[in-house]
């Protein structure tokens, strides 16, 4: 598996780091419906964000990571940033 420079840095996140980020992130979790996708989800001023995480993918690859970063409404960067600090707590949409 070939990752892009960025990765270099950070790692490829794994479910569980994913999941953490979207909660100090502020998502919440809705109730799964008989497949391994989850649906993380957050009202920003409005605007809903929906976040889909499959964790059989996991390790992320750079295409999904971007994907979910896309989802969150945050650049790809913040979104790594947030997997790999499990203290970083505040709301990136401020």
């Known amino acids: 598996m070939v990752f892009s420079k960025f990765f270099q840095k950070f790692a490829p996140p794994t479910c569980s780091q994913v999941k953490t980020a979207l909660k100090n992130m502020g998502f919440i979790s ?4 008989g ?3 989850e649906h993380w989800t957050k009202v920003v001023k409005g ?3 929906k976040v889909t995480v499959d964790c059989p993918k996991a390790p992320f690859s750079d295409t999904l990571v971007s994907s979910m970063a896309n989802q969150a ?5 913040t979104f ?3 997997c790999h600090d499990k203290k970083l707590k ?3 949409h401020i």
């Open 90 to 92: 505040q709301d990136p």
């Open 35 to 37: 497949t391994s996708h």
């Open 30 to 33: 809705e109730k799964q419906k």
């Open 73 to 77: 409404g945050v650049s790809k960067r």
């Open 47 to 49: 605007k809903l964000y």
């Open 80 to 82: 790594l940033i947030y």
